[in-house]
């Protein structure tokens, strides 16, 4: 599986951006897609997850009400989108797919979110 990560940028403070993961290679439904991001100086964290059979969404607390992350089943693309950025929020935000299954987990390269105050 591989995952194409995009939509990063340079944004002011209060606005907003979409990011997208596009999934290719061996996918299918049994998979969790997720968002991770990792701001400078700080481990990586966990922003928020989609389960591609069904479509439960699961946000890290803090974030809920500003992100939202969808799917385009036809696509095999996974979309975050945030709301109201943070000078905070800046970080490279990495995609990720995990197999169900067995637990395995593919990266993407990652994307660079820029909030400007």
């Known amino acids: 599986v591989q995952l194409q990560a995009s939509g990063g940028g340079l944004v002011q403070a209060g606005g907003s951006l979409r990011l997208s993961c596009a999934a290719s290679?061996?996918?299918?439904?049994?998979?969790?897609m997720a968002w991770f991001r990792q701001a400078p100086g700080k481990e990586r964290e966990f922003v928020g997850a989609v389960v591609w059979s069904g479509g439960r969404q699961y946000y890290a607390e803090s974030l809920k009400g500003r992100f939202t992350i969808s799917r385009d089943n036809g696509k095999n693309t996974v979309y975050l989108q945030m709301n109201d950025l943070k000078s905070e929020d800046t970080a490279v935000y990495y995609c990720?797919?995990?197999?169900?299954?067995?637990?395995?987990?593919?990266w993407g390269q990652g994307t660079l979110v820029t909030v400007s105050s």
């Open positions: 290679g061996r996918t299918s439904s049994r998979f969790i």
């Open positions: 990720v797919a995990v197999r169900t299954a067995t637990g395995y987990t593919y």
